[in-house]
């Protein structure tokens, strides 16, 4: 049995080495070229950076190191962690015994309770979420060290001790945020015995008799756990890490991209839009009605949340796996019955939609398919998750996993400071 801990430090020497011969052998060799559009574009596509967590492939959707994730959909979040930083799964006592590490870090400072109830309370739940972590800052292992004095070898020691402190107190808070937030009353302890996504389930403080809300959380947790390295938070958390900027400052930033509409806060605006089309309608709508309210979003300008993606040119396996637990365990919920309508409808709408650009002379919308947004909401509103403007701190707790696993597996790595070269619009029409 060997710890996370252990695992990944008898781990490190090996990928310093192949990292040294790869520099050695391929160092000059081109893996890229930029166009323009690109440059103007988001460097939509642009190979240029190193992500060995996760890929995610076009036609595949993710891929946590070498695993579809649908092959993946009974491990626990913590597993998925350890398999993020260490490429294996953990034995049933290797994850026991990162439970325990977790438990015995979920104390969370009172000060973060006293800045949680001083926010004003109309604050977005990812504000509160992202100040707390950031608060907890002072805790930091990698600063302590830092200022101390340690060798570049040494760097992914702390960060895997502030990782493994961000992760244990990350339900609470997240939970805590939730109470305070919404009203519902004090907040809830860690349980140590509890496994990390039943324990976030059972800190939110909605009933639970049958457990299938744990089941859901722990999935929920699974499917948004890493996107490779180039989405808006990674790559933000990322860079910010890269300055050696300690784990507390990196993933507060991550999660500050992660709230944006066009990447997580998708997750809310995906229900609003859902209950907006089932209140106009009285009720679950017909196909035809969905096409014309479809088309009014678009014709107001409006993107159809939970639709399209930068990379993906399929369904999204986790919209897929989703749906799945849909149709297990919540068959006849309406809210659930509309979302899986509107996958037999938006698509095609879409796809409409986007030769009525093309006509006009704009760029063709590149993906018609549902992304991971497009599914979770009706899921979380079955069980009494009806906030959701929250909806993306659940994201958050899961997507630092991988923004987390991406700091550890980069400081081993001696990953350098991110510094990619900025040109100008003259230079563009001068060079190009
Ligand atoms: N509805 C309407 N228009 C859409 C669309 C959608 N669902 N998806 C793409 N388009 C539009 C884009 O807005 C863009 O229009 P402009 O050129 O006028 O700005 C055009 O089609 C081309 O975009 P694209 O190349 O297909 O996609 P991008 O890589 O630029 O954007 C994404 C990807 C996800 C931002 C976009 O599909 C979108 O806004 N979807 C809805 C919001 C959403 O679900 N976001 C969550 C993504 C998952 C995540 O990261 O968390």
Redesign the pocket.
Known sequence: MATLQERFAAQVPELRKELGILAKEKGNNKIADVTVKQAYG?M?GIKGMICDTSVVEPDKGLIIREHPLLTLKELWPEEIFYLLVTGEKPTKEETAALQLDLAARSHIPDYVWDILEAMPPDSHPMCMLNTAILAMEKESAFRAWYDKGMTKSEYWIPMMEDSLRILGVLPGIAAGVYRIRYGKGEPIDYLPTLDWGANYARMLGLPDPTGDFAKLMRLYLNFHCD?EGG?VSANTCHTVGSALSDAFYAVSAGLNGLAG????L??Q??LDWILELMDKFGGVPTPEQMREFAFET?RAGK????????VLRVTDPRYTGFNEFGHKYLPNDPVFKCVDTVFTVVPKV?EE??AE?VAAG??????FWP???AGSGALLYHYGLTEFPYYTVLFSVSRAMGMLSQLIVNRAMGTALTRPKSVSTKWIQANA
């Open positions: 988001g939509r996107h989405n509409p066009l990447h997580g998708a997750n605006e995906c678009l993107v159809i949340p939970g639709y399209g993606h930068a879409l939609f986007s650009r704009k760029n063709p919308i590149a993906n992304n991971v947004d």
